[in-house]
């Protein structure tokens, strides 16, 4: 639902006010007319009066069930233009209804005559200026009015005779009268309305700046989140590559502990530092995948700036990296397929990182092949990206696992019995460089069977 205009919501709930204070005003007029007929007979029309009050208390029924609908409808510029002609309808009433009570009651003899200045205030306060004006220049004509036909005899004059003379009877005095309330009520107008109009500004100002302020505090209540969500990560990262450096350097540590100790034989102390070199040279692999994957995180956030990277042709970087990777391949018994078109298009990313890419998915596809098996690398493209395609033969990942496998640090667990050594980063790696060029990589695989992974990377 929309929400309400401040104007708005204080024009219905003003209307309201206005309803209830006018139910006081016929109980009290009724009141005095029946009053002074009583103790004052042949002073006042004491039916005219009455019938007058009637037709207010009938008029102000009317208004409030009126009142009612508008309460009713949804907020908004109809309820608003609703309420407005609402309260000038009150108003209008109101000042017919004053000109003919003060007609049977004395004219402008009677001091109640006042009420039109009351009026025009409450007109502007809760009218636009240009109603409001409106709504004071009525008030005029009714002063007016009830001067001119007083005294030119077009309606009869109804004299107060606790009035000392005959205003009346006295143009000059009359003209005066009528002038000075005429002055008075302009000028009330235009002071009232210029209050009026600086605090309606400053209420449109204030909701500006509300909703300025909520703004704000939705994107700082979402900067938190992130900047919580990412204390959370460095947290998790920290601890997860405390977990990975303890093992290496714990098992070198007592290597040395036990050579330097005197506990071994020299065939023992050979082992040993066998063993310590072999651990010194997986704990350097991880600590370049950490350093890798740190320095695509920084990269990741300045990608933006990627006209200023040269387009570049990923099967040149593939052919480069499987013939680097050539001894590796044939070591575990693996036959390497490729397959790329003669005009590939060109990509936007940096030559290093590109070659993380071939790099981590070629090791993987190697690592947990088995001998004997085939390593199959496409590269193809479509009207708005290159396509990569990069499969194995090997053992597979299991389904609970694939959506875990670019997850930093996550190995699956038969890929730990196949090769108990691994930093577990460099799926999360592929992942980063990809994602933060444009492009999205996928995996498909099933246990025992083999594993695809497939990505894309925009045009350049």
Not at 122 to 139: D, K, S, V
Request: proline share 3%; glycine share 8%.
């Amino acid at each position: 639902m929309q929400e309400e205009m401040p104007f708005e919501a204080e024009l219905v709930t003003r209307i309201g006010w206005l309803i209830r204070l006018r139910w006081i005003a016929v109980i009290g007029t009724s009141a005095v007319v029946v009053g002074a007929s009583i103790l004052l007979p042949g002073q006042l029309q004491t039916w005219p009066l009455l019938s007058v009050t009637a037709v207010i208390a009938v008029y102000n029924v009317l208004l409030e069930l009126d009142l009612r609908s508008v309460r009713l409808g949804p907020a908004g510029r109809e309820r608003l233009r609703q309420a407005t002609v609402l309260a000038s309808l009150q108003i209008v009433l109101d000042l017919l209804a004053l000109a003919i009570l003060l007609h049977f009651s004395g004219g402008l003899e009677n001091p109640m005559g006042i009420f039109f200045v009351f009026h025009v205030i409450i007109a502007c306060i809760l009218l636009r200026r240009g109603i409001a004006f409106a709504m004071t220049g009525l008030a005029v004509v009714l002063v007016s009015g009830l001067a001119i036909v007083g005294h030119a005899g077009l309606l009869p004059h109804y004299h107060l005779s606790l009035v000392s003379g005959d205003l009346y009877r006295a143009p000059v005095a009359l003209a005066a009268y009528t002038v000075t309330i005429d002055l008075v009520l302009l000028i009330v107008a235009f002071l009232t309305s210029s209050i009026s109009a600086r605090l309606r500004q400053r209420d449109a100002l204030l909701l500006q700046s509300n909703a300025s302020c909520r703004l704000r505090r939705e994107e700082l209540a979402q900067l938190n989140s992130e900047l919580q969500r990412v204390d959370a990560e460095r947290t998790r990262f920290v601890v997860l590559v405390t977990h990975e450096l303890r093992a290496p350097i714990a098992t070198i540590h007592s290597a040395l502990e036990l050579v330097r100790g005197g506990y071994t034989t020299p065939a023992e102390t050979e082992e040993m530092l066998d063993r310590a070199q072999r651990r010194t040279t997986e704990l350097l692999a991880l600590i370049r995948d950490l350093l890798d994957l740190s320095r695509i995180r920084e990269a990741g956030r300045a990608a933006g700036s990627e006209h200023a990277v040269a387009p570049l042709q990923l099967d040149s970087l593939l052919r480069e990296t499987a013939e680097f990777m050539g001894p590796e391949i044939a070591r575990h018994d693996l036959s390497l397929e490729i397959e790329v078109p003669e005009h590939l298009a060109q990509v936007r990313i940096p030559a290093d990182q590109a070659k993380l890419v071939w790099t981590n998915l070629l090791s993987n596809a190697v690592k947990y092949n088995r001998p004997g098996g085939v390593i199959r690398v496409s590269l193809g493209q479509d009207a708005s990206h290159v396509i990569g395609r990069v499969s194995d033969t090997g053992i597979g990942i299991a389904a609970d696992d694939l959506t875990h496998v670019f997850d930093e640090f996550f190995r699956a667990s038969n890929a730990k019995l196949a090769s108990p050594h691994g930093s577990g980063v460099g799926m999360a790696t592929v992942r980063r460089v990809l994602e933060s060029w444009g492009g999205q990589i996928s995996v498909e695989s099933e246990l025992g069977k083999g594993t695809v992974f497939r990505f894309v990377l925009p045009l350049a």
